[in-house]
C-alpha cells in the first residue's frame, strides 16, 4: 500500500521488450536503498524490484499492466514519480493508494494559475468510476485533492513544491496519465450499483 506522496524522481534509462513484457531500468535517488522483489510505484503503477545495479534498479511490466496503464508510452530520458510502500509505523500523508491503476486519463486543460497550476483530465466515465469535489484522486501515483468533479472529468489544483518535485511538470495538454480513483468511493459506487 502506498500514500501518493513522492519520494524521488526516476529517470528511465532503458526500455527493454522481452517478449510481451517490458523491462524499465529507472536511475534514482533511492534505487540503492532497494531490495529485489520490492514493490515500488512508478507514476502509480505498482511493479516488482527485479534487478539492482549501482544507483538503478529494473522492474517488468506484463501484458495485463501495458494494457491498463500509460506504461507502454514511456520513453527513455523520461522521469517518473516514485514512492515505496508505507512501512507499517510511517505517516499516513497522502490517501490509500494501492498502485493498482484503474484507467489512463488524458490532459485536456494546463493552467497556469501565477503561482499554482490546475491540469484538468479527461477520463472514460463508462467504466463507473467516480470523483467528488474535495475527494482524493491519485495522478501518475501523486495522491492530489479534485478541485473540480464532472461526470468524466475532473481538475486538480498543484502548488509550486509539488509541480517541481513531481513528473507533472512535464504533463501538456495530450498527455496520457494513470489514474487510480479514490478506493472507499470505488467500494460504495460497487455498493449502491447492487442496489
Not at 529507472?26 to 534487478?51: F, M, P, W, Y
Not at 475532473?154 to 496519465?177: D, R
Request: proline share 1%.
Amino acid at each position: 500500500m502506498f500514500t501518493g506522496i513522492i519520494e524521488s524522481l526516476g529517470v528511465i534509462e532503458k526500455i527493454v521488450e522481452e517478449r510481451g513484457n517490458l523491462h524499465f531500468t529507472v536511475r534514482s535517488s533511492i534505487s540503492h536503498e532497494l531490495k529485489i522483489d520490492q514493490s515500488l510505484s512508478h507514476n502509480g503503477i505498482c511493479l516488482t524490484v527485479i534487478a539492482l545495479d549501482d544507483d538503478t534498479h529494473t522492474v517488468t511490466a506484463i501484458q495485463e499492466t501495458i494494457r491498463k496503464t500509460s506504461i507502454s508510452e514511456w520513453k527513455e530520458r523520461m522521469h517518473v514519480n516514485l514512492e515505496r510502500a508505507m512501512p507499517a509505523h510511517g505517516r499516513f500523508d497522502g490517501h490509500i493508494v494501492q498502485g493498482h491503476v484503474d484507467q489512463v486519463a488524458t490532459c485536456i486543460k494546463r493552467k497556469d494559475e501565477n503561482g499554482s497550476w490546475l491540469f484538468t483530465f479527461q477520463y472514460d466515465a463508462s467504466l463507473g468510476n467516480v470523483t467528488v469535489e474535495k475527494g482524493s484522486i491519485c495522478v501518475n501515483g501523486i495522491s492530489l485533492t479534485v478541485v473540480d468533479s464532472q461526470n468524466d472529468s475532473f481538475s486538480v489544483a498543484i502548488i509550486p513544491y509539488t509541480f517541481e518535485h513531481t513528473s507533472l511538470k512535464e504533463c501538456v495538454v495530450g498527455s496520457k496519465v494513470n489514474i487510480e480513483f479514490d478506493i472507499l468511493g470505488k467500494y460504495a459506487a460497487k455498493l449502491l450499483g447492487r442496489k
